[in-house]
């Protein structure tokens, strides 16, 4: 990745239709879908998703198909060239990051390590 380009969030149709469907459920429709990065987790840092009625000026805002998620500028920095993905297998449903930053990641996908 080119170091002077923007970081980038990929979000896939998936994510970008089960967002919408929360959005459209919790009668939310104008917010947007955050992603924090905190530490935490089994593994260093841990992924939160929720929705937000704002976005914030140190925030960048990612949009595919009228969704649109914010991330603020720190998170970014951890998951820069990451895709957020819906899931749905056995183990259940659920968001998932794919972060070509992480190192290791936990068995279950919500925290890793740099």
Known sequence: MDSLAPPTLT??????ARIAAIKAMEGTRDSVFRITVSGGGCSGFQYGFALDDKINPEDAVFEREGVKVAIDDV???LVKGSEITWVEDLVGSYFKM???NAKSSC????SFSI
């Open 11 to 16: 979000i896939s149709a998936a994510a970008a």
């Open 107 to 110: 068995g279950c996908g919500t």
């Open 98 to 100: 794919a972060n070509p």
């Open 75 to 77: 998170s970014l920095e």
